[in-house]
C-alpha cells in the first residue's frame, strides 16, 4: 500500500478549513479523532460512516470527489486506498498500520493530532493511553489466548470516561 503525504514527517496544518477529513474503521483511537477533529474543526470538517476495520477510501468515494471539486485536501484516516491514482495524488493519508506499523511510529491520533498544529502541552493523558492501547496493545485475545489484564483494561476505556490511576 503506497502512502500519500504521510502526515508525521511532513505536512502541518496551515488553514483548518482546506481539509475534509473521512475516517476509517471505528475503534477507541478513531472516535478519540472524532472528538479531536470536532473540537478544532468542527463537524462540518469530518465525514464518518461509522466504518468497521479494514475499510477503503472508496467507501468515501463521492464525498472525496465533493471535496477536491470544492477545493479542498481529503485526509483518509486508516482507510486502505483503493481509489483512482490521480484522486489518492490528491490526498494526505494518515495511518499506522501497514508499512507505517510500529510502536515506533506515531499512532493515528498522534499524527492527527500534529497535523492541526496543536501545542504538546494539549496532548492529555487519555489520549496517551488510547495511543498506547492502539500501537503497543492488542485489545482481546489473539489466536484463543485469553486477554490480559491491560487489554481487559483498555477494552473498558471509552472517551470520556474516568479512570483513577492511582
Known amino acids: ?3 500519500w503525504g504521510n502526515v508525521w514527517t511532513s505536512e502541518r496544518m496551515t488553514s483548518t478549513p482546506s481539509y475534509r477529513f473521512f475516517l476509517g474503521g471505528a475503534d477507541l483511537e478513531m472516535e478519540a479523532i472524532a472528538v479531536l477533529l470536532r473540537q478544532h474543526v468542527g463537524d462540518y470538517a469530518v465525514v464518518d460512516h461509522k466504518l468497521r476495520w479494514g475499510a477503503k477510501a472508496s467507501c ?3 464525498e472525496i470527489r465533493g471535496a477536491i471539486g470544492a477545493g ?3 485526509v483518509l484516516i486508516e482507510l486502505e486506498s483503493d481509489v483512482q491514482e490521480e484522486i ?3 490526498c494526505t493519508v494518515v495511518d499506522h498500520h501497514g508499512d507505517a506499523a510500529g ?3 506515531p499512532s493515528s491520533l498522534r499524527q492527527v ?3 492541526l498544529g496543536l501545542p504538546p502541552e ?3 493523558r487519555e489520549m496517551a493511553l488510547i495511543e498506547g492501547n492502539d500501537i503497543g496493545l492488542r485489545v ?3 489466536n484463543g489466548d485469553v486477554p490480559t489484564v491491560a487489554e481487559r483494561f483498555f477494552a473498558t476505556l471509552t472517551i470520556g470516561s474516568s479512570v483513577r490511576l492511582d
Open 88 to 90: 489518492a495524488a490528491t
Open 1 to 3: 500500500m503506497r502512502h
Open 103 to 105: 510502536a515506533d511510529k
Open 113 to 115: 493530532f500534529q497535523l
Open 60 to 62: 468515501y468515494l463521492a
Open 122 to 124: 494539549a496532548w492529555t
Open 72 to 74: 479542498l485536501r481529503p
Open 140 to 142: 482481546g485475545p489473539r
